[in-house]
Nanobody, 129 residues
Framework: QVQLVESGGGLVQAGGSLRLSCVVS????????MGWFRQAPGKEREFVAA????????YYSDSVQDRFTISRDNAKNTVYLQMNSLKPEDTAVYFC??????????????????????WGQGTQVTVSS
């Protein structure tokens, strides 16, 4: 059974930082591309960041570029999202996802939710002003 378990969400003031983690089990982690998405109330799920199988390529949405950093530790089956300079508009449920994309595929493959096979349950991030 595939499981993706997110942790690290919470309440933080604007300008603060949080680090999200997602532990993957039940599927080969080192051959999985990993992504973070978020969904705010009343809005569609949107791409945040993604990392290729070995971590050599990373992708970010324009809204989080230069503030968020995605990384992975294949020895720990874990992907991270370091979030700095948080803003109230970052408030959302954050989901991690795993997919089969390879390093030969372009950015658009990583940013599209339907390309991911497995999803976590999400962790709430709330940024107060």
């Amino acid at each position: 059974q595939v499981q993706l378990v997110e942790s690290g969400g919470g309440l933080v003031q604007a300008g603060g930082s949080l680090r999200l983690s997602c532990v993957v089990s039940g599927r080969p982690f080192s051959t999985s591309a990993m992504g973070w998405f978020r969904q705010a109330p009343g809005k569609e799920r949107e791409f945040v960041a993604a990392v290729s199988r070995r971590g050599g390529s990373t992708y970010y949405s324009d809204s989080v570029q230069d503030r968020f950093t995605i990384s992975r530790d294949n020895a720990k089956n874990t992907v991270y999202l370091q979030m700095n300079s948080l803003k109230p508009e970052d408030t959302a449920v954050y989901f991690c996802a795993a997919g089969p994309m390879t390093r030969y595929m372009g950015r658009s493959q990583y940013t599209t939710p339907r390309n991911y096979d497995d999803w976590g349950q999400g962790t709430q991030v709330t940024v107060s002003s």
